[in-house]
């Protein structure tokens, strides 16, 4: 869905109040009666308020449902975007949006930027955009599917995406850095970097094979499962190498298709100058989950299948296998970070309600990427099957694919009215 921000310009602080009215009527209604609307505004009955109901719908920022008992309105996704970006305007986390540089099944991700002109990332989640496609044995949990659940479950999505990256982060994971959370969406550092999907030739395969892993062995030990770890969500970042007198600096050049340098020789021994850098996790599970041994599996067996056959690389050493990991998780007993994440907000029964929700629409909770069994595989816009590689960047929505990502950002926002 396209972020289109003009509207933002124009709203007045009263048109504001009315959105955030209809927001807050959501909650209980799936369409809001126009008095409640008018009561939670806080304004004066009127003209007035129905001047602003008015600019918002004209703005597509909320719809007016013509079948309901009653006359009232609903909060569209742009509404809910708005909302969001007003959150983030006010708290002075981003200035302007840019291009958009993603697009997943239940996500859009684009470039953005703070007031001082920092690139950073903005993650809307749009969990059931693509919903109906592989509803399997779920026909009745969605039959009372409302716009209200899929605005609570991208929430939930971007809740537990922040929570986590905010634990990963503060135990030297290597994942971009939170920076805030609104409603559906998450702000986080750029990592100025291609997705390993896009990475035609490493080096040093079994050493980024070895580090990735490792990532894995890790996260496990701090009781984690990725639960999507593929190709696609992780990040091949450059590590900046000093130049010197005579020796290439490794850099490459990034309008073409990657071929990342992964060492260079000092003379004595090998620097790495890339690494590997994780992303997406509203399919992050519990190393304790019932089904985790099946998502710890399938998370390891892309990675091998992937530097198969992208790099011809098959380790010679078996597994790593689950039950050994439980043995790390269990040594390491005082850092769980399921645990800690659940302390700081993202709750077991949040969890629950997302993970049912994802299952339901065929995001298939862990997996949501399109590797196997995650099913999507063939939807053009992520998907594993290695036949589609050489059209790699030529994704469904041609507008908004992955990109190299030195973008100027291009519509300023930041100086709207009503803030
Ligand atoms: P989805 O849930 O839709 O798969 P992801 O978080 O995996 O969303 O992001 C989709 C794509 O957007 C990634 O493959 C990557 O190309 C880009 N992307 C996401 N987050 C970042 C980031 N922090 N820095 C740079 N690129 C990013
Ligand atoms: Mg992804």
Known sequence: MKLDTKALRYLTAEDWRVLTAVELGSKNHEVVPTPLIVQLSGLRSGSGVHKCISTLAKANLIGRTKNAKYDGYRLTYGGLDYLALHTHLKHKTLYS??????VGKESDIYVVADSSGKQLILKIHRLGRISFRSIKNNRDYLKHRTSASWMYMSRLAALKEYSFMQVLRKNGFNVPEPVAQSRHTVVMELIDAFPLRQIQSVPDPAGLYAEL??????????????GDFNEFNILIKEIEVSSEPGTENGKVDNDKAPRMPDTKFDGSRAIPTITPVMIDFPQMISIDHANAEM???RDVGCVKRFFERRFNFVSDVAGPHFADVKKLTAANKGNRLDVEVEASGFSKKMAKELETYM???GVDGPGGDG??????????VHGSD???DESDGEQANDSCRPQNLHVKSEIPIGDIAGL
């Open 371 to 380: 590797n196997e069994g995650g099913g999507d595989e063939g939807d053009g």
């Open 359 to 361: 299952e339901a629409i």
């Open 213 to 226: 892993i490792d990532m894995i062995l890790r996260l496990a030990s701090f009781g984690l499962i990725h």
């Open 97 to 102: 949006t840019g291009n958009c540089v993603g």
């Open 386 to 388: 290695e036949s589609a």
């Open 295 to 297: 998502y710890f599996d």
